[in-house]
């Protein structure tokens, strides 16, 4: 029986290690290399790093002014819907007007007619003194008619009864000389120091056409502020109450970031430091700059609607995030149009440190932070509507006097 014929045993590879000083240099090679980076990172830190302060949670802030109604009244038409853009004072809700007419009405015929009575106490002035001349023409004849039969009287010429008549003739002449005098006293105490157009009794009817006038006016509501329509909770036919909220318009070309950054970063923070920003809508490739112009006076949790309670129960310390407002520039808003609630980027030059800190006390404020000229127009229009009545009254009774 022949044995089996058996292969030889493959040969297997004999891995030598590298020699001990080869290997020795290769850790120092790459310590160096770990060590060089090390003070790389370390002066690239100091030189440019430590000089900004970062975070991305930020988002974007603005303006929500809430469009409500002065008076109650029916909606009768609606002339803007959620995301257009409406200009300020342009009509936004009218309301039905018919009641606020008829009141207007009422109030401009009663400003009418106070006009044309106090014009005519004004006119009286001259018809009393023109009395008061007339009673002392009496009374000069009433004491001669007297003297003259008193110096007959001797002469048996004129009766003593005669005599008595000419003596009561002139206490009745005195009389109403007194009478004359004192009505025109009292008429002159309600013209006296004043005009037509600022007398009590017109005023008062003036004032009463004035908010019968702002009534109507306010029918209809006008945009406080340009910026784009959210929130439109009104319809039409709906009875509204005032000071119901209506809609919400919100200004894009004033928004501002509010970044939470964490409170060991605020330390160096000051006030005008320059910010630059990036936003997720667009990409890290578009920037926004803008300046830091304020810290909240509390963090996110001092003011949330369930506040924490750390002096109970069990606590574990919590680095705590604080608002820092930024500023935007409008002409990149302008270019690149934000929303609110906008994430952003957020990163902060703090390398100048001579601004001034945020919890700084400022100066107060010497104008509005934000102020509408909407509802002027409607006030000055009343004011040449009651000029207008004063005037073509006070030219009526004049016309009619002639």
Known sequence: MNSPVTNPPASVPVVTAPPRGKRRFLLLVMTGVLILLLIAYGIWWFIFASHFESTDDAYVAGNVVQVTSQIGGTVIAINADDTQRVQAGASLVLLDPSDANVALDQATAQLAQAVR????????????????????????????????????????????????????????????????????????????????????????????????YLATARMTLPAPIAGYIAKRSVQVGQRIAAGMPLLSIVPLDSLWVDANFKEVQIDRMRIGQPVTLHSDVYGSKANYHGKVIGLSAGTGSAFALLPTQNASGNWIKVVQRVPVRISLDPAELAERPLRLGVSMQVEVDIADHAGTSLTASGTARTTPVYQTAAFDKVGNDGHLLISRIIAENSAAVVAAKR
């Open 117 to 212: 009575e106090v014009r005519t106490l004004f006119v009286n002035n001259g018809a009393l003194n023109a009395n008061i001349t007339s009673r002392n023409s009496e009374l000069e004849r009433a004491r001669n008619d007297l003297a003259r039969r008193q110096e007959l009287i001797g002469s048996g010429a004129v009766s003593k009864e005669e005599l008595a008549h000419a003596r009561t003739a002139l206490q009745s002449a005195e009389s109403a000389a007194v009478a004359a005098r004192e009505q025109l006293a009292s008429n002159r105490v309600l013209t006296d120091q004043t005009s037509v157009a600022q007398h009590p009794t017109v005023l008062r009817a003036a004032a009463q056409v004035q908010a019968a």
